[in-house]
Each structure stands twice: as structure tokens, then as C-alpha cells.
Nanobody, 122 residues
């Protein structure tokens, strides 16, 4: 059972940057890793995903060009670099893992973290 722990969320001003981290409790080099977010009163939505080698990355349209997902398999960690933050980026951010293949369907992910709050203030 892979355990995931997110960190790095905080209050930031519009236009600012944050780097989220998600550390896994065990080896995740065979897992696709993704970031999701959930704003108050809304469904959890896909943000970004990276495959096990880091050779495939995909993003939701609203964050393309601003967010970058990366991973360090030696440290069992996935990152989300968020730049040019907007108020609509405010949400709880979750990381998730699934074996092998990238996917944008929430139900395909086996393992989830508890989330980290990102608040973008105007």
C-alpha cells in the first residue's frame, strides 16, 4: 500500500509561485503520478500527470504554460511547480499514483494523498 504525503501548499499572492511536493512511502518508479485539485463546492479535477520515466507529461488546459510536473524516482517524490498563480488556482491539491500508464480518470488511481491547501489571494 503506497502512502503519499503532499507538502508545500500555502497562501500566495496573485502572480506568485509555489512548488508542491509529494513523497511516497515506497518505490514508485513503476507508477504514473498525477496532481489533482478540488476547490470548495466543486468536483476534484485533473491537473497534471507524468509517466514512470518522466517522458510523458500532460496538463489540463487551464495550467498549460504555468505549471510543470516532474519526478525524482530516487527520492520517490513528485513535484508540481506552479507559476503565475491565479485566484482560480485556489484549491486543495492532491497527488495520486497508479501503476504504469498515465490516465486522466480519477477512478483509475489507486493511491491518494491527504492534500495540501493552496490559496491564491488577490
Amino acid at each position: 500500500q503506497v502512502q503519499l504525503v503532499e507538502s508545500g501548499g500555502e497562501l500566495v499572492q496573485v502572480g506568485g509561485s509555489l512548488r508542491l511536493s509529494c513523497a511516497a512511502s515506497e518505490r514508485i518508479s513503476e507508477h504514473a503520478l498525477a496532481w489533482w485539485r478540488q476547490a470548495p463546492g466543486k468536483e476534484r479535477e485533473f491537473v497534471a500527470v507524468i509517466n514512470w520515466r518522466g517522458s510523458i507529461r500532460d496538463y489540463t488546459d487551464s495550467v498549460k504554460g504555468r505549471f510543470t510536473i516532474s519526478r525524482d524516482n530516487a527520492k520517490n517524490t513528485v513535484f508540481l511547480q506552479m507559476n503565475s498563480l491565479k485566484p482560480e488556482d485556489t484549491a486543495v491539491y492532491y497527488c495520486a499514483a497508479r501503476k504504469f500508464v498515465v490516465d486522466q480518470r480519477k477512478d483509475e488511481y489507486e493511491f491518494w494523498g491527504q492534500g495540501t491547501q493552496v490559496t491564491v489571494s488577490s
